[in-house]
């Protein structure tokens, strides 16, 4: 038992301050305020039209609109691969800059669609701020710099985030979702197979639920790869385990009471039920890649929802194995030292990891260079031997 959870834990319980919370947090507004957070914006998520402001190259990002279904408007970003953008540069340099013009006349748009070997990276960002918030753009210009030809990114706000239109829900989110995924099969017309879905967070609910509504149409369509970054079982467990300001896990008592637990899940509006929606997809899909990061010291959203969404979805991709023996013996674990430990359980074309970090924490994990790794290994650039 950790100090932590011998003396964090049992404040929070004795304090009594858990009672009127959870009581609060079974209002819908309050969730919702609690759960997208979309009204903070950070000073340099406005740079949403200055992308080179956040380091990056002349015209190396396309800010656009993608309309919705129902009727939103979505801002997004299309960042050019760095290797590719120094191949084409006076081209990037001469073009004209703004988010008016339309997409298709870009450079960057038409370096997408005409290399029929790039990849997409489609980037599903947390709660609070924009595509322009300072650490997301780190890790755009990291991702894009891995295969320096081939991966292209794109990140987009949810409705009601930076300059999308709306109020975040969850079916409003899935829309949003499926109008990017949509853009990119239909406009960009880049196949599924060479498209990666990578959430943080929040994004993890909403990248595994876009994956999951394409896995059950008529015609099933299957992503090269999901990668999941802090991730969390459903919404009402990660109320309960969330810790304030990484401190106060105010909601704790909750979690450690099983039927007050159910009874609270009960009263969530947005479900966001990740595990279910995995465990769904593992049965249905025939090439399944899914990698699943967290850090141990994650503070504000415990590593144990990874642990527990690696061991339900691996239970639903085995559905049918002879023995927990036989099943056991498939699953590889790599000790990667002090970056953490892998674990890999491969049948065919599908895969499962688990990787759990001895350090960084929620915001931090998400600069990984084995994060970079899971990018290039998901959109099979590139491949990682399994030692027996």
Request: neutral net charge; proline residues 5%; contains cysteine.
């Amino acid at each position: 038992m950790s100090l932590y959870t011998a003396i964090v834990i049992p404040l929070a319980f004795v304090s009594g301050i858990w009672i009127p919370s959870t009581l609060l947090c079974c209002s819908p507004w309050v969730q919702k305020q609690m759960l997208y957070l979309h009204r903070i914006t950070f000073w340099p998520g406005k740079w949403l039209m200055e992308p080179e402001r956040a380091g990056f190259l002349k015209n190396q990002v396309a800010p656009f609109r993608i309309p919705t279904k129902d009727g939103e408007r979505l801002f997004a970003w299309l960042i050019a691969p760095l290797g590719l953008y120094s191949k084409f540069a006076d081209g990037f340099i001469k073009e004209e800059s703004g988010v008016d013009g339309d997409i298709e006349q870009k450079l960057v748009f038409n370096l997408l669609r005409d290399d029929p070997e790039a990849r997409l990276l489609i980037y599903f960002h947390g709660n609070t701020g924009t595509v322009a918030q300072g650490r997301r753009t780190e890790e755009y210009r990291m991702y894009s710099s891995g295969a320096s030809e081939k991966i292209f990114v794109i990140t987009f706000d949810y409705r009601g985030f930076g300059k999308s239109t709306g109020t975040p829900s969850e079916p409003g989110l899935l829309n949003d979702a499926e109008a990017v995924v949509d853009w990119a099969l239909n406009v960009a017309h880049v196949s599924p197979d060479r498209i990666v879905l990578l959430g943080h967070s929040l994004g993890t609910a909403v990248a595994t639920g876009i994956a999951h509504r394409y896995i059950n149409l008529d015609t099933p369509i299957q992503f090269s790869g999901l990668i999941l970054c802090a991730a969390f079982t459903n919404t009402g467990n990660a109320f309960s385990s969330y810790s304030i300001a990484d401190i106060l896990p105010i909601l704790a008592p909750v979690k450690m009471i099983p039927s007050l637990q159910a009874w609270f899940s009960r009263r969530m509006r947005d479900t966001w039920e990740t595990s279910n929606r995995l465990a769904d997809i593992a049965r249905r899909s025939s090439k399944f890649q899914l990698v699943l990061v967290h850090a141990e010291d994650d503070m504000t959203m415990p590593w144990n929802h990874t642990e527990e969404l690696f061991k339900s979805t691996l239970k639903a991709a085995m559905e049918g194995a002879p023995t927990d023996d036989e099943v056991l013996e498939k699953v590889r674990v790599i000790d990667l030292g002090e970056a953490g430990r892998q674990e890999v359980w491969r049948s065919g074309r599908t895969s499962i990891s688990k990787l759990i970090a001895k350090h960084g924490d929620h915001n931090t994990m998400m600069k990984w260079s084995p994060i970079s790794l899971a990018v290039l290994q998901c959109a099979s650039l590139t491949t990682l031997s399994i030692p027996e």
